[in-house]
């Protein structure tokens, strides 16, 4: 396909522009991101180092303005780079990002001193600018997402870029070596055109990509309580179904578990503490099971863990070692101790029983045992006595 290299100047120009208000739009609206700004800050200096690369032929060739034309389109690809380390999708360790910046003021210290020897300024710049786009194009090599269609595209139009850009550093350098220029137009033309290429599709992309992530961290905070951390009650009455219906998994054992005279507790020191048990008999609890299982608080002061492939057996041992931690873990509020237990309820699934609402109805019976007969207990259903007092 081919573009004539003055209106694919114009046209990289406008774009550039354009893009760079559009991004600055973007952030004036939504201040937190700033890697907004570091994208429309990117295209505002590819614009420049577009417009200052005309000036210097139309003056004739000026070395100095051409060198001063190589380093802002080189920072231009730094912007990009680092708007998308402050992106909260590939936000990098800070020994990356050092590197990088290493890489970066290396790259620059070339050209000025590539600047020195006429047009060899020109590769080492096109050069050193595929570097930083596979540098940029590394952030997203090893990253797990949800969104790995929107990020293929994006690396596809990057690696593009790096490509076109270092076969234009090495053509300009045999063309030079040679003495003949007739195909550097026609490359300058396909870089254009790539470059067009990846302003639009990064113009597109990353606002599409913060659209994303902004719904999965709403879809993340709806399924979380927010005061404890631990699975909402839809959330996890939801992961229980698809849990239980998984014929992967013979058996389930469900703990209903619920703190003892929390209202009492409410009532004479006030709901903030209430709120600082709730959290840290909460934490106890997370701490105290497996990572496949399953917890959530399902309102109030009752919270629920699901085992899955654990046996009656083991979930019994699991549950008075829970009933022990929570009793040993004093709370202090306001120099006063308060002594938090609970009580515990054990349903399991059967051959017979294996449906969620079936588990959650004995287990919560069993629960209901543990606190008629006096608290501070774990029951297991169909037992009439308790398996541990403290």
Not at 30 to 54: D, M, N, P
Not at 150 to 172: D, P, S
Not at 235 to 251: L, N, V
Not at 329 to 357: H, K, P, Q, R, Y
Request: net charge neutral.
């Amino acid at each position: 396909m081919s573009l004539s290299l003055p209106i694919g100047i114009v046209m990289a120009f406008a774009i550039n522009l354009l893009v760079s208000i559009y991004f600055f739009a973007l952030y004036k609206e939504q201040r937190e991101h700033q890697s907004y700004l570091y994208w429309a800050g990117s295209c505002a200096l590819f614009a420049l180092g577009i417009a200052a690369t005309v000036g210097s032929h139309a003056l004739g060739n000026i070395q100095i303005l051409n060198s001063v034309a190589c380093l802002i389109l080189y920072s231009a690809t730094y912007g990009l780079f680092y708007g998308l380390n402050a992106f909260e999708l590939t936000r990098s360790s800070a020994r990356l990002l050092k590197k990088a910046q290493t890489l970066f003021f290396a790259g620059a210290v070339a050209i000025l001193v590539a600047s020195l020897y006429g047009q060899v300024v020109n590769a080492t710049t096109s050069v050193c600018m595929a570097i930083m786009f596979l540098i940029t194009e590394g952030f997203f090599y090893h990253r797990r997402s949800p969104y790995q269609a929107a990020y293929a595209v994006l690396r596809g139009v990057l690696l593009l870029h790096a490509f076109i850009l270092f076969l234009q550093g090495v053509v300009i350098l045999v063309m030079m070596a040679s003495g003949n220029d007739s195909a550097i137009v026609q490359l300058f033309e396909t870089t254009l055109l790539t470059h067009l290429i990846l302003t639009v599709a990064t113009a597109l992309l990353l606002p599409v990509l913060h659209l994303l992530r902004q719904r999965h961290h709403w879809e993340k905070v709806a399924s979380r309580d927010d005061l404890t951390g631990l699975l909402s009650r839809r959330t996890f009455i939801q992961k229980a179904y698809g849990s239980i219906a998984d014929p992967k998994i013979e058996r389930h054992a469900l703990l209903m578990v619920d703190i003892d005279h929390f209202k009492a507790i409410n009532d004479t020191f006030g709901h903030q503490c209430g709120d600082d048990v709730l959290r840290q008999v909460a934490k106890t609890l997370r701490c105290g099971i497996r990572e496949t299982d399953l917890i959530g608080r399902l309102g109030g002061e009752e919270f629920a863990i699901l085992m899955p492939g654990l046996s009656v057996d083991r979930a019994h041992v699991v549950a008075n070692r829970l009933l022990q931690a929570v009793a040993d873990n004093e709370l202090w509020f306001e120099d006063n101790v308060i002594n938090v237990t609970i009580s515990v309820g054990i349903a399991a699934s059967t051959d017979v029983l294996d449906s969620w609402d079936a588990l959650f109805e004995n287990a919560d019976n069993a629960l209901y045992s543990a606190k008629r007969e006096g608290r501070n207990l774990v029951f297991m259903f169909g037992q009439s006595i308790p398996s541990q007092s403290i």
